[in-house]
């Protein structure tokens, strides 16, 4: 099936422990994304790249880092989990990045529900 | 900067009934527009977006969105919901050109028997 892919779906943890969320697209895409949905439902962009370079970052802690090892995959590393960390992380993935003349849809995954401890 | 405000956070529904999700958003620039619908644990869908030309939008399972600039406004409507449409629904905004969705605060609709 081509799409956007994430591992885990859900992943629980303890509070102060390392982890990171897997993302791959297999549409050919070059700009991923990644959104963040708290407990209220509440969805707020973080990062996104493309080809492989940072083109958005958010007010996002820098104990999120993100790294994308080649256009196909975003990984999301998060250092010292905090409660408040716990939420919905979605990834996304684009054709490439809007233009005026152009917009380019963005293609969500399933989501990674992370629960800290 | 953009933000989208979506007006109520929850409708109840009766199946067969019209229902309508309001939005409105406010931007210094063009936009793109969008409504998204996000199934109990699942991912998000594109259900229709508005990017230029004609002000109404048809979507996909029905749905349809009217642009209107003067208010701000980009207002989703269903003629007759299903229980399957149980869901939460997402406005978008992004500057025209732009690659930062801007999400509201989501409207979860509720279709009963």
């Known amino acids: 099936d081509t799409a956007v892919s994430q591992t885990p779906k859900y992943l629980v943890t303890q509070m102060g422990n390392d982890k990171s969320i897997k993302c791959e697209q297999n549409l050919g895409h070059d700009t991923m994304y990644w959104y963040k949905q708290d407990s209220k439902k509440f969805l707020k962009i973080m990062f996104s790249y493309n080809n492989k370079e940072l083109i958005i970052n958010e007010t996002v802690p820098n104990r999120f880092s993100p790294k994308s090892p080649d256009k196909a995959h975003l990984n999301l590393h998060i250092n010292s989990l905090e409660l408040g960390d716990s939420a919905v992380y979605f990834c996304?993935?684009?054709?490439?990045?809007?233009?005026?003349?152009?917009?380019?849809?963005?293609?969500f995954g399933p989501g990674t529900r992370l629960t800290v401890l | 900067a953009q933000s989208v405000t979506q007006l109520d956070s929850q409708v109840p529904v009766f199946e067969e009934a019209p229902v309508e999700l309001r939005c409105n958003y406010s931007?210094?620039?063009?936009?793109?527009l969008f409504w998204y619908v996000q199934y109990p644990n699942q991912g998000l869908q594109l259900l229709l977006k508005?990017?230029?030309?004609?002000?109404l939008v048809k979507g996909i399972n029905g749905f349809e969105a009217e642009f209107n600039k003067s208010q701000t406004s980009f207002h989703l409507r269903k003629p007759s919901v299903h229980i399957s449409d149980t869901a939460e629904y997402f406005c978008?905004?992004?500057?025209?050109?732009?690659?930062?969705?801007?999400f509201g605060g989501g409207t979860r609709v509720l279709v009963k028997p």
């Open positions: 931007s210094s620039v063009s936009v793109y």
């Open positions: 978008a905004v992004t500057e025209a050109a732009g690659n930062k969705l801007t």
């Open positions: 996304a993935s684009s054709p490439g990045t809007s233009t005026f003349s152009s917009y380019n849809e963005q293609f």
């Open positions: 508005y990017l230029s030309g004609s002000t």
